[in-house]
Each structure stands twice: as C-alpha cells, then as structure tokens.
C-alpha cells in the first residue's frame, strides 16, 4: 500500500517509554480531505493524527507511527490516560452524515493488519474517539461499519449471550466498565457511546439487548 507523506508539525516523543498498543478511529467531520490535512498540520490548530484516508482510498501519513500525535485528548480506556502516547489516530475522510466510502474502507483493512502486526497490537484494542471519550467524542460515529472490521479480525468481536430480563442502567454502567468504558462519565453517557459502537441509531430506554454486545468483552478486563 503506498502511503503519501504530508509531516505535521504537530507531535513530539510518547511519554514514558509508552509505545503504541491502541488504535483509535476518528472522522475527520470535514467538507474535504485536504481541508482536513490542512488543519492537522496547522501548528494553531494543535491537533494531528498518524494517518489521514482520503474517500477514494489514498492514505496519508502525517506523523511517523512511533511518535505522540495529538489526536486523542481527554479520555480514558480500561483504566489507561494519555492515549495519544499509547495508540496510533487514523483519520477517516468522512462527514458524519452518512456512510464511509468502499475504497476508504479497504485502505483502512489494509493498514488497521499492517499496523495491528507491526506493532502486536490485539484487535479487541482497535477502538473509537467515541469509546475512550463518550459524550466529549462521537466519531466514527454510527454510520462506520464495525461490524465489517469485526468478520475480518480488525476489531473485537461483539457477544450474542441475552441480556438481563428487567436491565438497568446502573448494572450496565459495571458491566461496560468492566469491558473498557472506564472514563468518568453517567450511565446515560456510558449507554449512549456503547450503543453508538454495537447498536447504532438506536435510542430510548435501556434494553436487554444493550448488554448483549459488552458481555463477554468484560471477562477481558
């Protein structure tokens, strides 16, 4: 896979010895690729990511992988700060209004198995903004299809055991904690960024079939 070469200004070393064992999903909320490249190398802007994929499938790198880009922010996964220095930001050339576009979706394919092997990464570590930042972040936002990533390994598999009967939101806030939702946040935010992963456009009161996904991912922690 060519990759095309735009260097951000906006990075620096990984704290602590930290090297990268997430990668976290972003899109890019923009009119155009390259008015998204342009604000991730804009020194004012302060924010960058390793990798930009433009909708015909061009991928661009901005930051080398073993350096800190500033894509993350404020989050937390599975008990883990600072995620800029430990994960790699891929940016997806997307508005948030609809789908991702095929080529775009198999450059990622193509670079989620170059990087996951380049680095040991686990695909149960391939994450959203929307998972380390719920209610702050809502990207990749409900049109990307996870589902695709899971089939082919890039990203962990959702459960199929039932839900509870009578669920309730305090129980499920435990359980998604327990599978990596451990930011500080309510359990409407928690349920919310849960379904916006696993059950997109689905809204209204908590159901049995909002504990169904994040089960067995729990039994990871």
């Given at each position: 896979?060519?990759?095309?070469?735009?260097p951000?200004?906006?990075?620096g070393?990984r704290?602590?010895?930290?090297?990268?064992?997430?990668v976290v999903?972003?899109?890019?909320?923009?009119?155009?690729?390259e008015a998204?490249?342009?604000?991730?190398?804009?020194?004012?802007?302060e924010v960058?990511?390793?990798?930009?994929?433009c909708?015909?499938?061009?991928?661009?790198?901005?930051?080398?992988?073993?350096?800190?880009a500033?894509h993350?922010g404020?989050?937390?996964?599975?008990?883990?700060?600072?995620?800029n220095?430990?994960s790699?930001?891929?940016?997806?050339?997307?508005?948030?209004?609809?789908?991702?576009?095929e080529p775009?979706?198999?450059?990622l394919?193509?670079?989620?198995?170059?990087?996951l092997?380049?680095?040991?990464?686990?695909?149960?570590?391939?994450?959203?903004?929307?998972?380390?930042?719920?209610?702050?972040?809502?990207d990749?936002?409900?049109?990307?299809?996870w589902?695709r990533?899971?089939?082919?390994g890039l990203?962990?598999?959702?459960?199929?055991?039932?839900g509870?009967?009578?669920?309730?939101?305090?129980?499920?806030?435990?359980?998604?904690?327990?599978?990596?939702?451990?930011?500080?946040?309510?359990?409407e935010?928690l349920?919310?960024a849960v379904?916006?992963?696993?059950?997109?456009f689905?809204?209204?009161?908590?159901e049995?079939?909002?504990?169904?996904?994040?089960?067995?991912?729990?039994?990871?922690?």
């Open positions: 896979m060519i990759r095309h070469q735009h951000s200004p906006n990075c070393p704290r602590d010895g930290l090297t990268p064992r997430l999903l972003h899109y890019t909320a923009m009119d155009t690729a998204a490249i342009g604000r991730l190398c804009d020194p004012r802007a960058s990511a390793h990798y930009m994929i909708k015909t499938g061009r991928v661009t790198q901005l930051v080398p992988e073993g350096l800190r500033w993350a404020a989050g937390e996964w599975r008990g883990l700060s600072d995620m220095s430990r790699i930001g891929i940016e997806l050339d997307n508005d948030g209004q609809g789908p991702f576009t775009l979706m198999q450059s394919e193509v670079l989620l198995r170059m990087i092997h380049g680095w040991d990464i686990p695909c149960v570590n391939v994450i959203g903004h929307s998972d380390m930042a719920p209610g702050r972040k809502f990749p936002g409900p049109w990307f299809d589902a990533l899971e089939t082919q990203a962990a598999r959702r459960g199929h055991d039932l509870p009967a009578d669920p309730d939101l305090e129980n499920f806030a435990k359980l998604a904690r327990l599978a990596g939702y451990t930011a500080d946040t309510d359990p935010t349920l919310a379904r916006l992963r696993f059950r997109p689905k809204s209204g009161p908590i049995p079939e909002d504990f169904t996904p994040i089960r067995h991912r729990a039994t990871w922690a």
